[in-house]
């Protein structure tokens, strides 16, 4: 073709336009219509997920937190369902949900295309509000271990047995990530520094560490039981503390859909339900199941133990409907509200004099080196009257400095507050005040007061040095003794009470002596962990070490065959490490040569044999206005975030005289550069200068 048909290929192809566009009108097919074209011009096609995912989950996540820290805290968030959107989110959510199933979490592109049409769909229904909580007849993602086709038959006893099972839907469990991940950094935000379960950075060694170094000086406390606010608060109660935050219809509709009572029918107090009569059904001897592929493998023998040794606080997890893992963070929200007014009673309550020596102007003052004794004056009119506040779940310890009549009355005001916001009376039995020399136990731990006489030497008048002998208090905070013997007998390691004797640990009695002893010395570095912050963490680490290799000794006897624990013992030595064999079976192979062919593992001596190698009690400072790690690195970033701090802290370095990195990087470079150059510029001086010479002798 020559230049002119190219130049005549537009024209031709503008020519043609009107006669399409006619063509198009006067057709049958029916045309689009222009919401549907529009959609399909911007966004792309609903059918390919991967299409959407665009976004890092973890950077979203960030903003969100980042978001919910850097806003006032009587924020409300309107637009929470733009996060509920975003298909990134419910990939990670369904990685999380794997990682609890199957105990491996799988990375991103392991997740196969038909996993991410069904989260797609799944994702569609919850936006839509098409969304039933426990529909088990309609799955719309199903578990990764659930290898059954969702088209077999199935009996109608076993139909009615899934129906009324308690297992959760793998979908609900997705879906209350989602909501997870959205709803707990705006919370977090607004919680107080009083509360410590079921929040992330925080656990019951941080209540240990603060009751430490923050309740010296209380004669009385009061110890709340708060666990009906757990189970039987109404859900509108829920819903309008969730309210005051969350104002997204979406967000909320799905929460107050999960509320919804169980199909378990609860009976009031009035009625009493009768139990059905059970069909007795055959004694069927239990064989072991196999697992699937992917199924997680059950906990270990010393992970479920230590699980069944936590205490009474930290044992009760709270329920509501259908909310699952959303439930602990529900609770929380309920219960902040009292942690708020008990803020408001602590500042109230305070009242300095200035005849005190610890506290005479703030709240804050005092010694908080738990190494150190305090010397505070026990009581009297013109004592500071101060008193302070921790929550642990549906657990509370409040410290009073002061009469007795001031715990009274403060009970009576959480009894009234409970009553008032969430339609629950409390006993008085629910909020017992005990007196600090009777000690009160709380986290399996008790806190209690030492009276010492320090040896007081100063500097008189004259330059004479004086001694004499002060008093003052201790706080002591020390591991239940009685409490662990009652979790050890709970658990059929020990019979008895004031005396108690190990019995042996029958559930082990099939492992080899290598496995058992590394199950038993895992729970005893776990339990060792556990009791760090007490101060008899010597004492009581001790005990359940001669607990457990007692009930190991008498285990190995009884299996091997040698009649007693001090037949074991002269074998095995004292931390067992030493291999057994039964006292008949003399052609068995030496351990040494087994060993040596790796066919046995290595045996590891029971932890713990002697006093010496039990680590002592932590006694780190623990800062009075203490944040998690994670809290701390959002604060710096937000204020490095705002270029007016960030203006101010480079004019502050400027005026101080000190230098940033990046300006003594900068130096160097520049140094660098104008050595360099400057070395340069001297060796072509030197190279003319020498051709220059070589050139006049030529």
């Given at each position: 073709?020559?230049?002119?048909?190219?130049?005549s290929?537009?024209?031709?192809?503008?020519?043609?336009?009107?006669?399409v566009?006619?063509?198009?009108?006067?057709?049958?097919?029916?045309?689009?219509?222009?919401?549907?074209?529009?959609?399909?011009?911007?966004?792309?096609?609903?059918?390919?997920?991967?299409?959407l995912?665009?976004?890092?989950?973890?950077?979203?996540?960030?903003?969100?937190?980042?978001?919910?820290?850097?806003?006032?805290?009587?924020?409300?968030?309107?637009?929470?369902?733009g996060?509920?959107?975003?298909?990134?989110?419910?990939?990670?959510?369904?990685?999380?949900?794997?990682?609890?199933?199957?105990?491996?979490f799988?990375?991103?592109?392991?997740?196969?295309?038909?996993?991410?049409?069904?989260?797609?769909?799944?994702?569609?229904?919850?936006?839509?509000?098409?969304?039933?909580?426990?529909?088990?007849?309609?799955?719309?993602?199903?578990?990764?271990?659930?290898?059954?086709?969702?088209?077999?038959?199935?009996?109608?006893?076993?139909?009615?047995?899934?129906?009324?099972?308690?297992?959760?839907?793998?979908?609900?469990?997705?879906?209350?990530?989602?909501?997870?991940?959205?709803?707990?950094?705006v919370?977090?935000?607004?919680?107080?520094?009083?509360?410590?379960?079921?929040?992330?950075?925080?656990?019951?060694?941080?209540?240990?560490?603060?009751?430490?170094?923050?309740?010296?000086?209380?004669?009385?406390?009061?110890?709340?039981?708060?666990?009906?606010?757990?189970d039987?608060?109404?859900?509108?109660?829920?819903?309008?503390?969730?309210?005051?935050a969350?104002?997204?219809?979406?967000?909320?509709?799905?929460?107050?859909?999960a509320?919804?009572?169980?199909?378990?029918?609860?009976?009031?107090?009035d009625?009493?339900?009768?139990?059905?009569?059970?069909?007795?059904?055959?004694?069927?001897?239990?064989?072991?199941?196999?697992?699937n592929?992917?199924?997680?493998?059950?906990?270990?023998?010393w992970?479920?133990?230590?699980?069944?040794f936590?205490?009474?606080?930290?044992?009760?997890?709270?329920?509501?409907?259908?909310?699952?893992?959303?439930?602990?963070?529900?609770?929380?929200?309920?219960?902040?509200?009292?942690?708020?007014?008990?803020?408001?009673?602590?500042?109230?309550?305070?009242?300095?004099?200035?005849?005190?020596?610890?506290?005479?102007n703030?709240?804050?003052?005092?010694?908080?080196?738990?190494?150190?004794?305090?010397?505070?004056?026990?009581?009297?009119?013109?004592?500071?009257?101060?008193?302070?506040?921790?929550?642990?779940g549906?657990h509370?310890?409040?410290?009073?400095?002061?009469?007795?009549?001031?715990a009274?009355?403060?009970r009576?005001?959480?009894?009234?507050?409970?009553?008032?916001?969430?339609?629950?009376?409390?006993?008085?039995s629910?909020?017992?005040?005990?007196?600090?020399?009777?000690?009160?136990?709380?986290?399996?731990?008790?806190?209690?007061?030492?009276?010492?006489?320090?040896?007081?030497?100063?500097?008189?008048t004259?330059?004479?040095?004086?001694s004499?002998?002060?008093?003052?208090?201790?706080?002591?905070v020390?591991?239940?003794?009685?409490?662990?013997i009652?979790?050890?007998?709970?658990?059929?390691?020990?019979?008895?009470?004031?005396?108690?004797?190990?019995?042996?640990?029958t559930?082990?009695?099939?492992?080899?002596?290598?496995?058992?002893n590394?199950?038993?010395n895992?729970?005893l570095?776990?339990?060792?962990?556990?009791?760090?912050?007490?101060?008899?963490?010597?004492?009581?680490?001790?005990?359940?070490?001669?607990?457990?290799?007692?009930?190991?000794?008498?285990?190995?006897?009884?299996?091997y065959?040698?009649?007693?624990?001090?037949?074991?013992?002269?074998i095995?030595?004292?931390?067992?490490s030493?291999?057994?064999r039964?006292?008949s079976?003399?052609?068995?192979?030496?351990?040494?040569?087994?060993?040596?062919?790796?066919?046995?593992?290595?045996?590891e001596g029971?932890?713990?044999?002697?006093m010496?190698?039990?680590?002592?009690?932590?006694?780190?400072?623990?800062?009075?206005?203490?944040?998690?790690?994670h809290?701390r690195l959002?604060?710096?970033?937000i204020?490095?975030?705002?270029?007016?701090?960030?203006?101010?802290?480079?004019?502050?370095?400027?005026?101080?005289?000190?230098?940033l990195?990046?300006?003594?990087?900068?130096?160097?470079?520049?140094?660098?550069?104008?050595?360099g150059?400057?070395?340069?510029?001297?060796?072509?001086?030197?190279?003319?200068?020498?051709?220059?010479?070589?050139?006049?002798?030529?």
């Amino acid at each position: 073709m020559g230049k002119g048909a190219t130049l005549s290929l537009p024209r031709f192809i503008s020519s043609l336009r009107p006669f399409v566009e006619r063509l198009v009108c006067t057709s049958q097919l029916p045309r689009p219509p222009p919401f549907s074209r529009s959609l399909s011009s911007s966004s792309p096609p609903l059918s390919d997920p991967y299409a959407l995912l665009k976004k890092d989950p973890i950077e979203i996540c960030t903003s969100i937190w980042v978001k919910a820290f850097s806003s006032p805290p009587t924020t409300t968030f309107p637009n929470l369902t733009g996060f509920l959107s975003k298909f990134d989110l419910w990939v990670l959510a369904y990685q999380r949900c794997c990682a609890h199933v199957t105990g491996t979490f799988p990375p991103r592109n392991a997740v196969h295309s038909h996993v991410l049409h069904d989260l797609l769909s799944l994702r569609n229904a919850v936006v839509k509000g098409t969304y039933a909580w426990n529909n088990k007849t309609h799955q719309l993602i199903r578990s990764p271990i659930d290898n059954k086709p969702s088209t077999q038959l199935v009996s109608k006893r076993k139909f009615q047995a899934l129906l009324d099972s308690d297992e959760p839907c793998f979908q609900d469990r997705v879906v209350q990530e989602v909501l997870l991940m959205i709803v707990e950094p705006v919370f977090e935000a607004r919680f107080s520094q009083k509360s410590h379960a079921f929040r992330p950075g925080r656990n019951a060694h941080t209540v240990i560490r603060t009751i430490r170094s923050n309740f010296a000086g209380y004669l009385w406390f009061l110890k709340g039981d708060l666990s009906e606010v757990l189970d039987n608060v109404d859900r509108n109660v829920v819903m309008g503390c969730l309210e005051q935050a969350v104002t997204d219809r979406k967000i909320l509709g799905l929460v107050k859909s999960a509320l919804r009572a169980p199909n378990r029918m609860q009976c009031s107090d009035d009625e009493v339900q009768w139990p059905r009569k059970k069909k007795k059904l055959k004694k069927v001897s239990k064989k072991k199941r196999i697992l699937n592929e992917r199924e997680a493998k059950p906990d270990p023998y010393w992970l479920r133990t230590f699980f069944n040794f936590a205490p009474e606080e930290a044992a009760k997890v709270p329920s509501y409907g259908n909310c699952g893992i959303l439930s602990p963070l529900l609770s929380n929200v309920c219960l902040n509200e009292l942690d708020q007014v008990m803020e408001e009673k602590i500042v109230e309550f305070f009242r300095p004099s200035e005849s005190d020596s610890i506290w005479k102007n703030s709240i804050n003052d005092g010694c908080h080196n738990p190494a150190w004794p305090e010397f505070v004056p026990a009581s009297g009119d013109e004592k500071t009257r101060k008193m302070d506040y921790i929550r642990y779940g549906g657990h509370l310890l409040i410290g009073i400095r002061g009469p007795r009549e001031d715990a009274v009355d403060m009970r009576k005001q959480v009894i009234e507050f409970c009553e008032r916001r969430f339609g629950i009376r409390l006993d008085n039995s629910k909020l017992e005040i005990e007196h600090i020399t009777r000690g009160i136990q709380f986290l399996d731990h008790i806190i209690c007061r030492r009276v010492i006489h320090p040896t007081l030497r100063y500097t008189a008048t004259g330059g004479n040095v004086v001694s004499e002998k002060g008093v003052g208090t201790l706080l002591s905070v020390t591991a239940s003794l009685q409490q662990c013997i009652r979790q050890f007998r709970r658990l059929a390691f020990v019979k008895g009470d004031k005396d108690p004797e190990p019995l042996p640990c029958t559930p082990m009695l099939y492992s080899s002596q290598a496995h058992t002893n590394s199950q038993m010395n895992k729970l005893l570095e776990t339990m060792a962990d556990w009791y760090r912050y007490a101060d008899n963490r010597k004492k009581v680490v001790g005990f359940c070490a001669y607990v457990i290799r007692s009930s190991l000794a008498k285990l190995y006897a009884a299996r091997y065959r040698l009649k007693s624990r001090a037949k074991v013992y002269s074998i095995a030595t004292r931390d067992l490490s030493r291999p057994l064999r039964e006292s008949s079976n003399n052609s068995a192979p030496e351990y040494s040569d087994l060993l040596r062919m790796g066919l046995v593992d290595a045996i590891e001596g029971v932890r713990f044999s002697h006093m010496s190698s039990i680590p002592s009690c932590d006694y780190s400072p623990f800062p009075r206005n203490w944040v998690p790690d994670h809290e701390r690195l959002l604060q710096d970033y937000i204020r490095l975030e705002d270029p007016k701090f960030f203006c101010a802290l480079h004019r502050s370095i400027k005026k101080n005289g000190l230098s940033l990195p990046q300006d003594e990087i900068s130096e160097l470079l520049w140094h660098f550069k104008s050595v360099g150059v400057r070395n340069y510029l001297l060796k072509e001086k030197r190279k003319q200068k020498h051709d220059g010479v070589e050139i006049r002798r030529t």
